[in-house]
């Protein structure tokens, strides 16, 4: 059965302190890993895209890399505007989510 | 650009009534989806539509109903709410098989009395 599964469920970290979340899938015939981020009372949006294993993407402060069998999105030196909730997505012939990992960034 | 667009924001319903929830999208986009997030359980698709003419059911289709209208708009509706089809709904859409990430409007709050 296709599964996506984030951990941590909720991550708290100080300003500038740089950490990783994590996520598992178990699917075949994968074609895309998503990751998104989700602000309290919005809707999700799009962060990055993965297609293939060894493949990174970067944004600001953001870095999202890919193996066979999970996802890891770096934080590194995170301000608070960086808290909220980070979702990860994998692609078959449907999405299926994760539940995500609410991250908290305390000035 | 206004991207996708859902209303109402917020809608409360007593058990047994109906209502349909409107998703709009001007991105040209062929795919639309409807979801629903509720506490640890994750966005689940309730409803997509592949293409203009199409619908097909997601993992929870169970008391709803959709209806792509156009290429720009796709409903969901409720034809006697439960409480347990209290939910936030986003609706969602895609520029198809290759392009792959899905642009979300700003959600439903609905509530079930």
């Known amino acids: 059965e296709d599964q996506v599964t984030q951990s941590p469920e909720a991550l708290r970290l100080q300003e500038g302190e740089s950490s990783s979340l994590n996520c598992s899938y178990t699917v075949s015939g994968l074609r895309g890993l998503f990751w998104y981020r989700q602000d309290p009372g919005k809707g999700p949006e799009f962060l990055f895209t993965?297609?293939?294993a060894g493949e990174e993407k970067e944004k600001e402060r953001l870095k999202a890399t890919l193996t066979k069998k999970e996802s890891f999105l770096h934080i590194t030196a995170p301000k608070p505007e960086d808290s909220a909730t980070y979702l990860c997505a994998v692609r078959r012939l449907k999405y299926i989510f994760g539940t995500g990992t609410r991250l908290k960034v305390l000035a | 650009n206004a991207g996708v667009t859902q209303t109402p924001k917020f809608q409360v319903l007593k058990t047994g009534q109906s209502m349909t929830l409107q998703c709009a999208q001007d991105?040209?986009?062929?795919?639309m989806y409807w979801y629903r997030q509720d506490p640890g359980m994750g966005l689940r698709l309730i409803y997509y539509s592949a293409s203009e003419g199409t619908t097909d059911k997601g993992e929870v289709p169970n008391g709803y109903n959709v209806s792509r209208l156009n290429k720009r708009e796709f409903s969901l509706r409720l034809e006697s709410a439960a409480p347990s089809q209290t939910s936030v709904y986003f609706c969602?859409?895609?520029?198809?098989?290759?392009?792959?990430?899905?642009?979300f409007g700003e959600g439903s709050r609905l509530t079930v009395l």
């Open positions: 991105m040209n986009h062929n795919s």
């Open positions: 993965l297609y293939s």
């Open positions: 969602a859409s895609s520029g198809g098989r290759e392009t792959g990430e899905l642009f």
